[in-house]
């Protein structure tokens, strides 16, 4: 029987193990990562000029509001949809003989939700660049908090989305409808894109409670150095809510799987 003092170092240690297979494809591919900026790249060529003079006065204050929405709407599509490499294993029969690895059962989630933090800040990271030239700014150390905090946000969705590829096996209609069902009411009531100063008191009512909301409001105020805003810390909370949340349904699904 392993004490605490034992488990500790193995769940660190295993998790480490599989955050670096993880990150092996990667490495090997990295051209999946420029390949999943094309739908974000797409909201921002086409969408953020429609704003222009609706939420503020420039295409620089435009992209302020628009750019923070872009890098969480990131991290929704990309760490919500990685269930399905999950699925991919489970009818390979690759994840089973993970399993029967020698490897912590909570190791196996978090190693593979961590491998989510890499992709993300190198993908907002790129998303802030290509705005730049067009006049987006942003406040250096905001900006590193903010990436602390699409990180934490993103371990949480991507150990969902692993949950919900567990609960529906290999049933991959059911992950997709499952998954699109539930994001994209997520994007809308988040006003990542488009204000809700003007929305119907039941939409506002349904976006204060959606933690998506509260993270981009956080993006906003972190990029524009304004670390006072009481939004800063709803979403820091928002965040590490999901995070616990999504880590702890995970880790009970994957020991329960046979």
Do not use: C
């Amino acid at each position: 029987m392993l004490t605490d003092t034992q488990v500790r170092p193995r769940l660190v240690r295993d998790s480490r193990h599989v955050l670096i297979r993880e990150l092996k494809p990667v490495v090997r591919d990295p051209f999946s990562l420029i390949f999943s900026l094309l739908q974000p790249l797409v909201f921002l060529g086409l969408f953020a000029p429609l704003l222009v003079g609706e939420i503020g006065g420039s295409t620089p204050e435009t992209l302020r509001w628009f750019v923070p929405g872009v890098l969480v709407m990131l991290v929704l599509f990309g760490t919500g949809a990685i269930g399905s490499n999950l699925q991919y294993e489970m009818s390979t029969g690759s994840h089973e003989r993970t399993l029967v690895a020698p490897l912590s059962r909570p190791a196996l989630l978090i190693g593979r939700a961590l491998k989510e933090i890499a992709p993300i800040i190198v993908q907002a990271l790129l998303i802030a660049l290509i705005a730049w030239p067009f006049g987006f700014t942003a406040d250096p150390m905001g900006l590193v908090i903010g990436l602390v905090l699409l990180a934490v946000f993103g371990v949480g969705l991507g150990a969902l989305s692993y949950s919900l590829a567990l609960a529906s096996k290999r049933r991959e209609w059911l992950f997709w409808g499952v998954q699109q069902t539930l994001i994209f009411p997520l994007l809308i009531l988040s006003g990542m894109l488009l204000p809700l100063e003007e929305a119907p008191a039941w939409m506002r009512a349904v976006a204060a409670v959606n933690p998506v909301r509260w993270v981009v409001d956080a993006e906003r105020a972190l990029i524009a150095g304004d670390f006072l805003d009481p939004s800063v810390a709803w979403g820091a909370l928002s965040a590490a809510a999901v995070a616990a949340m999504g880590l702890a349904i995970g880790v009970g699904a994957i020991r329960r799987r046979n």
